[in-house]
């Protein structure tokens, strides 16, 4: 399975800011994804990313606020956008195939103050 | 839809079984099972298919009744290990592949 290095792994970041978090996969993947997720709760899917293509946002989520980069088949990017309090979150990527699973990165773990 | 898992938490002792279900209202393609620990990613146990197997990794196995929109996860003789939030992840035919809908979870908790 899919090895996936994530960063940065947490920061705090002041409010009307962007931060900008990485994805690097080991093997060459079609589908990248990106999910949040609230301390002891759920996760909730962001976006898809494919290679080559536009990212395909989950209701709720808008490019403008999280905008997406796919570069190639081992590497994405997510940025969330003029921060608020309400973007305080875990955020991880997420990669593989289908029959085998798939692999999460480590997370960022996201303060806005 | 997100799928509904039962029961919320559940505390065994080491050795003991328990089994956590996962429930769909939609028709399903595939159920996805993951563990994650406290503080680290959610880790990949398997994977049901529709018209597949019952799968299972170490002592731990799984179903998927596809006319019911369900599927169970079973651990047994449970070690200290298997503590952690379990969340089954859903694909129906409505969505895109690999867009996986994620139950709140089940908190196990196994105790020596």
């Known amino acids: 399975s899919a090895v996936i290095s994530q960063k940065p792994s947490r920061d705090i970041c002041q409010r009307g800011t962007s931060l900008t978090i990485q994805c690097q996969v080991d093997s060459q993947v079609t589908m990248m994804f990106w999910y949040r997720q609230q301390p002891g709760q759920s996760l909730t899917l962001i976006a898809t990313a494919n290679q080559g293509s536009e990212a395909t946002y989950e209701s709720g989520f808008v490019i403008d606020k999280f905008p997406i980069s796919r570069p190639n088949l081992t590497f994405s990017t997510l940025t969330v956008s003029n921060m608020s309090p309400e973007d305080s979150s875990i955020y991880l990527c997420?990669?593989?195939?289908?029959?085998?699973?798939?692999?999460f990165g480590s997370g960022t773990r996201l303060t806005v103050v | 839809q997100q799928p509904v898992q039962s029961p919320q938490a559940v505390i065994l002792r080491e050795g003991e079984d328990a089994v956590i279900n996962c429930s769909s209202s939609k028709a399903l393609y595939s159920v996805h099972w993951y563990r994650q620990k406290h503080g680290e990613a959610p880790v990949f146990l398997m994977i049901?298919?529709?018209?597949?197997e019952q799968m299972r990794h170490e002592k731990i196995s799984a179903s998927f009744n596809e006319k019911k929109q369900q599927s169970s996860l079973y651990l047994t003789a449970s070690q200290l290990s298997y503590s952690g939030t379990y969340f089954c992840?859903?694909?129906?035919?409505?969505?895109?592949?690999?867009?996986?809908?994620f139950g709140k979870g089940t908190k196990l908790s196994v105790k020596p």
């Open positions: 992840g859903t694909e129906d035919y409505g969505g895109s592949q690999g867009n996986l809908i």
């Open positions: 049901l298919l529709k018209g597949g």
């Open positions: 997420s990669a593989g195939s289908g029959l085998s699973g798939y692999t």
